[in-house]
Every structure is written in structure tokens, then in C-alpha cells.
């Protein structure tokens, strides 16, 4: 598939998807949404890391309120069900680790799209912005299900109420993101961890994706059996022998991914 408002590139097991409007600092409207969606889908089945960034000063500015497939027919509940919803399933239930390199702004639904990705590397100018009550509106996008559960209540309830910039040292410190790089070294760092992901033992990232993803849903019972179910498929797995062996030789284990 072509895209005119992303661009997707898949080599060495990296899946890359740079969201790409850099005049109006990446805003999502429906066709960028959409493209989103069809290329972490593809990227499952190719790639071993999903990457998701953006060109230019912001990684994603949030809804286009300019776009004009909207204009005067504007119903966000339709568009969160029809369009934001698909966007941020496919990458909960994409199956490999996807990361989010936040490269500049991601305000509103930009800054919830980066937070509903499995790791979050910021550069230090970056900054999350829960900008939605500037124009009353509540957080969107998955925000109300991911800001509690990163940040704690009362950080998540000043961040949606101010509404206030978030700096990348600031999200850092409070646990919203993974990581954050100096500027400058901000790309090699997340090249660095995406090829981390992309020639490990992929079963194995798969499987800590689904039991860590599910643990907000379940009982200790039922985490604790579900542990054991995806323990016991990954015991399965050759890169689960290669490990042992490679740990035994005191040599770095070569995973296949599978």
C-alpha cells in the first residue's frame, strides 16, 4: 500500500512508520489514522520491533481540527469509535514490542498514541501535552486508561485538569516513559534498543507483551496461570535453547526468533 501521510520502511526485522505532516506538526486526521492502522497491522507479520516516529519538530500534534473531511460534520464519538479505536488496537494487539521515539511535541491524542505503545523513548526537547481541556474536551485516545497507570491518579488528574507541558525529564522521572536521550544522541538510542528487540528471542518479547498487557485485567490467580501457559510455550522455543547453550558456553546467544 502507498502512503501520503506516513512513510513505513521494514529492513533487519525494524519495522519503521514516521507519521509524516511536518506542516502541521503531524496531526492526526482520518486518512493518517487510517494509514496508521494498516501499516503496524502489516508490520506484524514482517518485523520483529514496530517503530513508531515522526518528521520534523513534533512527534504528533493530536486531532486535526482543520481537517477538512470533518469539517461541519465533526462527531467525535463516531470518530473515536470508527477511527481511533482501530489505530490503537492495532498496536496493543500487535503481537511484537512497538516503540514509540518521541522526537519532538506530542500533544493531545499524539501524546496518548505515544502512550498506549509498549516503551516510550523521548528526546530531551520533547514534551507530552494533555492539551484537551484547552478547548473542553476530556483526555481521548486511551489517555484516562494509560495516565493513571503510569503516573498515579493525582499526576494524571493535574495533568489532564492544567493541562500543563510535560518535559521529557519530567515524564522520565514520573514513570510515564522508558527513556529520554539528549538531542543529539536521541536516534542512535532508539536504533539501539529497536535492534535490541529486532535480533532477540522474539517469542519470548511476544509472550512479555501479552502477560504484562493482561495484568491490569486480572486476578493474581489468573496471572499466575496465565505466567505458567506462556512460561511453558516459550520453554518450547529454540531461542529458549539457544539461550541455555549460549549461557553454558559463555557466549552471546544468536536468536532466531522462534
Not at 492539551?131 to 491518579?153: C, E, K, M, V, Y
Not at 496471572?223 to 553454558?248: H, I, M, P, T, W
Request: with cysteine; net charge negative; hydrophobic share 45%.
Amino acid at each position: 500500500m502507498n502512503y501520503d501521510t506516513i512513510t513505513a520502511e521494514t529492513h533487519d526485522g525494524m519495522a519503521i512508520i514516521t507519521l509524516n505532516r511536518p506542516e502541521v506538526m503531524n496531526a492526526l486526521n482520518t486518512q493518517m489514522r487510517a494509514e496508521i492502522t494498516h501499516a503496524v497491522s502489516a508490520a506484524a507479520s514482517s518485523a520483529r520491533v514496530v517503530v513508531l516516529t515522526g518528521t520534523g519538530r513534533a512527534f504528533c500534534s493530536g486531532q486535526d481540527l482543520g481537517d477538512r473531511a470533518n469539517a461541519g460534520n465533526l462527531n467525535l464519538e463516531r470518530t473515536l469509535r470508527d477511527e481511533y479505536v482501530p489505530m490503537l488496537n492495532a498496536i496493543v494487539d500487535c503481537p511484537v514490542p512497538v516503540i514509540a521515539a518521541v522526537n519532538g511535541t506530542a500533544a493531545g491524542a499524539g501524546a496518548n498514541l505515544a502512550l498506549v505503545c509498549d516503551i516510550v523513548i523521548a528526546a530531551e526537547s520533547a514534551s507530552f501535552i494533555q492539551a484537551f481541556s484547552r478547548i473542553g474536551l476530556i483526555p481521548d485516545a486511551g489517555g484516562t486508561w494509560a495516565l493513571p497507570r503510569t503516573i498515579g491518579l493525582q499526576r494524571a488528574m493535574g495533568a489532564a485538569l492544567f493541562a500543563e507541558k510535560i518535559t521529557a525529564a519530567q515524564a522520565a522521572d514520573w514513570g510515564m516513559i522508558w527513556e529520554m536521550a539528549p538531542d543529539e544522541d536521541f536516534e542512535a538510542l532508539w536504533r539501539v534498543r529497536a535492534t535490541h528487540l529486532a535480533t532477540g528471542p522474539s517469542e519470548a518479547f511476544k509472550r512479555i507483551k501479552q502477560v504484562m498487557r493482561a495484568s491490569t485485567g486480572n486476578s493474581l490467580q489468573e496471572q499466575l496461570l496465565l505466567e505458567g501457559q506462556l512460561q511453558g510455550q516459550c520453554g518450547k522455543s529454540r531461542d529458549f535453547k539457544e539461550g541455555v547453550v549460549a549461557f553454558l558456553e559463555k557466549r552471546p546467544a544468536v536468536f532466531e526468533g522462534r
